[in-house]
């Protein structure tokens, strides 16, 4: 199988090397799809390195689209062409996720994470203080890979409140929404698979999606929610699906709330046509309603949704946390995926997270959040709605972004461009859609911008908008 040797030296990492000489052979075609790779250890015995260098060769060649996993078979060569990430994917992710140092001093309506001002930075002091007091290097031991059990006992409590069952069995912490989107890829998905997705849509599940070898399905979404009749279609005519992937409440990047009628419609298909649904909740404690909205695990009684909730949006997106509720017959899968990425979750992160919701510090932050960025909604929807050519595309009540359409005939991208030479950062439309094509829309937010920025950011968008 593995007709190469790798030597020790200090130029080149020896998991780059065993990398690199597997992704030659699978590019050369001495290794062919669905090729089985040799197990961890029968590879290390061969190549005459630790497991752990296999174990990262494996992740990266994994990350890069050159093998599939399938938990409790082994690794297998994947379809290159269609698993690798395209160089135009690339390019979009990295504006996604990057604010360069040279983009500082510009006024942000890109970033979707809250301004460091806000962060609860006390009272999470306190919290790893009071851990390691209490524990001393204990705190920083490896969890279990399903995660602290008093803190999935404290997310159990917290699902309660929201009308969710659970039990911590069930619970499977995580670094972060994204490592629980890529868990769901890798346990669901085989190649050749369909997924269906709403559109527009959170890029970096589209991305990681694509990279388990999925083929991505969009599924247009109106003001109350994902178009059903077009779901019912879709569900009708392709076999493979699945799952559904969406974000029900004020959805990333329009804002949309599902309708009750929606949510309920939806399990309906998915139970009727066996596929399951994969819910992203980073927004739902962002509300500015009187009552905040249910999610649509509230409303499952047949286990049919996987459940991932973040906290980043509502505390700090460095601290990387958020979980999974899965349906028993997954929760193992789940565990062992999560251990072959990266072991476990930072213990004393989880311990401490512990500590400050048992002190009962999130429910007095979520309030002052919720006013803030209510104060910040409202001002911003009030500039907006002062240039009759700029449409918020749809009503929201929620979330931290607004959807503008400007005139047809225009293109969000370039208009996004000609923003950013004034001083603007925003996202074009186009980098929310799979085929990214050009069209009308830009998404704003207001969730690292003060009223004094959102005052200037509009002056220089109906600028940007005069000139184009």
């Known amino acids: 199988m593995f007709d190469f040797s790798v030597k020790k030296d200090k130029s080149k990492k020896l998991y780059i090397k065993v990398f690199e000489e597997i992704r030659e052979a699978i590019e050369d075609g001495r290794l062919k799809k669905d090729d089985r790779l040799p197990a961890i250890r029968t590879a290390a015995k061969r190549l005459e390195v ?14 890069e689209g050159y093998l599939y996993k399938i938990v409790g078979s082994g690794s297998y060569v994947g379809e290159v062409k269609t698993a690798k990430v395209s160089s135009e994917e690339k390019e979009a992710m990295e504006e996604l996720w990057d604010i360069k140092p040279e983009d500082k001093d510009k006024i942000n309506f890109a970033g979707a994470s809250p301004s460091s001002d806000l962060f609860p930075v006390e009272d999470f002091r306190r919290a790893i203080n009071t851990v390691l007091d209490r524990e001393g290097g204990e705190a920083f031991s490896y969890e279990d890979a399903r995660g602290y059990e008093p803190l999935r006992e404290k997310m159990v409590e917290i699902l309660k409140r929201d009308g969710i069952e659970a039990v911590s069995e ?50 247009p979404v109106e003001k109350d929610g994902m178009n059903l009749k077009k779901l019912r279609y879709i569900l009708e005519k392709e076999k493979g699906i699945k799952f559904i992937y969406t974000i029900i409440n004020f959805q990333n990047p329009t804002g949309i709330f599902w309708s009750e009628k929606k949510k309920l419609k939806l399990l309906e298909l998915v139970e009727r046509y066996r596929v399951r649904v994969v819910e992203d909740d980073c927004m739902s404690e962002i509300y500015y309603s009187p009552k905040k909205p249910k999610s649509l695990k509230a409303y499952d009684r047949n286990n049919q949704v996987i459940y991932i909730k973040s906290f980043s949006k509502i505390l700090m997106p ?42 009962g510090n999130i429910d007095v932050h979520l309030k002052k959040i919720r006013r803030i960025f209510k104060r910040r909604y409202r001002y911003m929807k009030k500039l907006l709605g002062e240039n009759e050519r700029i449409r918020i595309y749809y009503p929201t009540y929620g979330g931290l972004f607004f959807w503008l359409a400007l005139p047809e005939w225009m293109d969000g991208e370039k208009f996004s461009r000609k923003a950013y030479e004034k001083g603007l950062l925003l996202f074009s439309g186009n980098r929310f859609f799979q085929k990214g094509s050009s069209n009308p829309f830009v998404r704003v937010s207001f969730a690292n911008a003060t009223e004094e920025e959102i005052e200037a950011g509009v002056r220089i968008l109906n600028e940007t908008l005069e000139e184009y």
Do not use: W
């Not at 069930?170 to 629980?180: D, E, K, L, W, Y």
């Not at 565990?335 to 930072?346: E, G, H, L, N, T």
């Open 318 to 359: 460095g601290l990387r946390f958020a979980f999974m509720l899965l349906p028993q017959e997954l929760a193992e899968s789940a565990a062992k995926i999560k251990y072959m990425a990266d072991i476990s979750s930072s213990g004393l992160t989880q311990r401490a997270f512990h500590e400050y919701l048992e002190c």
């Open 170 to 219: 069930n619970i499977q912490i995580v670094s972060g929404s994204q490592q629980a989107i890529d868990i769901a890829g890798r346990m669901l998905i085989k190649p050749g698979d369909k997924v269906i997705v709403e559109e527009p849509t959170y890029p970096g599940a589209i991305s990681s999606f694509k990279r388990a070898g999925a083929h991505i399905i969009s599924v």
């Open 50 to 63: 630790n497991t752990s260098t296999i174990v990262k060769a494996y992740d990266l060649l994994e990350r």
